[in-house]
């Protein structure tokens, strides 16, 4: 058994990296215990936001309160929101992110201004029960985050079209 442990298939198989998707809420608590045990092979983390970009997420208004007190960001509003999102990034970066994963419905981009994102926003935190204003607000999300990939290097993986949960 010793010789199928994940550690000892790992090193048995000269596996050089793992990478992990967490959610933008996590605290990473795994990947803190890989380092702190002193294991030399290297597992690192992709930033995985679904849960508080995409306003058909369940429990999404409340998922943005508790990104607002992870990073102490007010994400009530547009700008608070998106410091909340680069600051998350910046944590996975620190845990050996080199990626963000993102399910979206499609690929559908946006670019709204910072006036028309932040009014957008208002309504979605508001719960808006347009469809086409949560579709806007993932597309524009989409933009939001490759905006921040260009910034921070991280790249962006995108699944368009993902349908889980369906059983």
């Not at 550690?7 to 998707?21: D, K, S, W, Y």
């Not at 983390?45 to 997420?57: K, L, N, Q, S």
């Not at 508790?66 to 009530?76: A, E, F, P, V, Y």
């Not at 991280?154 to 889980?164: A, E, K």
């Amino acid at each position: 058994w010793e010789n199928f442990r994940p550690r000892a298939l790992f090193e048995r198989f000269n596996i050089e990296v793992i990478a992990t998707t967490e959610g933008a809420l996590d605290d990473l608590n795994w990947h803190q215990m890989i380092r702190d045990s002193g294991w030399e092979g290297r597992v690192v983390t992709a930033y995985r936001p679904d849960a508080v970009v995409d306003p058909d997420f369940e429990g999404f208004s409340a998922n943005l309160d508790r990104l607002s007190d992870i990073t102490g960001c007010d994400t009530g509003t547009w700008a608070g929101y998106l410091d909340a999102h680069r600051q998350r990034r910046a944590f996975f970066k620190s845990f050996g992110a080199t990626a963000s994963d993102h399910g979206h419905p499609t690929a559908e981009t946006a670019n709204l201004s910072d006036a028309a994102a932040q009014e957008l926003f208002n309504r979605i935190r508001r719960g808006s029960d347009d469809e086409r204003e949560r579709k806007l607000f993932r597309a524009q999300m989409l933009t939001e985050m490759a905006k921040m990939s260009r910034d921070d290097g991280l790249v962006l993986q995108i699944h368009p079209g993902s349908w889980r949960n369906h059983s």
